[in-house]
T-cell receptor
Framework: GDSVTQMEGPVTLSEEAFLTINCTYT??????LFWYVQYPGEGLQLLLK?????DKGSNKGFEATYRKETTSFHLEKGSVQVSDSAVYFC????????????FGDGTTLTVKP | DVKVTQSSRYLVKRTGEKVFLECVQD?????MFWYRQDPGLGLRLIYF???????EKGDIPEGYSVSREKKERFSLILESASTNQTSMYLC????????????FGPGTRLTVT
């Protein structure tokens, strides 16, 4: 079945540091890939997505590139802010899986001033 | 903006009570989902509905049932609440088309005492 493996946390960085959160996946079809973010006390919201190989998703300074050859979708940001502190989830949506998404376990990011 | 609302943000119930969690979406989405979120376990799918009156079991359906009588509303029912059902419950919805993201509600923190 489908699976998503993402970097274990928690991750603690200083403000303006570079962020990478690794994400790899297995899927039977050709999935769409997503990063969701969950701020404290809230539900998940979409951060960025990519629907086919070599697509780059970007939003709010975050980027991730759909790499089919390495089955990866790593999240990066060049300079993190305190307001980026949240839980980040990598996910895939496989059209052969009846409309359901598969989520990674989430990575907690804390950014210190 | 898509809105997914959940009937309660916080709920406290006693063991053995029947509990109803309601979710409403306003974007005419075909798919609706119920997840529970627990520390260290990520998001786990309880039930999924791809149309009115249609449902599929997710990864952890035991102890839960669902109802979808109208397209915009998806209810999660705990037939006889137990302490191990204390958790954060997240509702989500999406279009059926390929590459669709899920839109999440704010969550209901349920405590069963």
């Amino acid at each position: 079945g489908d699976s998503v493996t993402q970097m274990e946390g928690p991750v603690t960085l200083s403000e303006e540091a570079f962020l990478t959160i690794n994400c790899t996946y297995t899927a039977t079809g050709y999935p769409s890939l997503f990063w969701y973010v969950q701020y404290p006390g809230e539900g998940l919201q979409l951060l960025l997505k990519a629907t086919k190989a070599d697509d780059k998703g970007s939003n709010k300074g975050f980027e991730a590139t759909y790499r089919k050859e390495t089955t990866s979708f790593h999240l990066e940001k060049g300079s993190v802010q305190v307001s980026d502190s949240a839980v980040y989830f990598c996910a895939l949506s496989d059209p052969t899986n009846a409309g359901k998404s598969t989520f990674g376990d989430g990575t907690t990011l804390t950014v210190k001033p | 903006d898509v809105k997914v609302t959940q009937s309660s943000r916080y709920l406290v119930k006693r063991t053995g009570e029947k509990v109803f969690l309601e979710c409403v979406q306003d974007m005419d989405h075909e798919n609706m989902f119920w997840y529970r979120q627990d520390p260290g376990l990520g998001l786990r799918l309880i039930y999924f509905s791809y149309d009115v009156k249609m449902k599929e079991k997710g990864d952890i359906p035991e102890g839960y049932s669902v109802s979808r009588e109208k397209k915009e509303r998806f209810s999660l029912i705990l037939e006889s609440a137990s302490t191990n059902q204390t958790s954060m419950y997240l509702c989500a919805s999406s279009f059926r088309a390929r590459g669709r993201q899920e839109y999440f509600g704010p969550g209901t923190r349920l405590t069963v005492t």
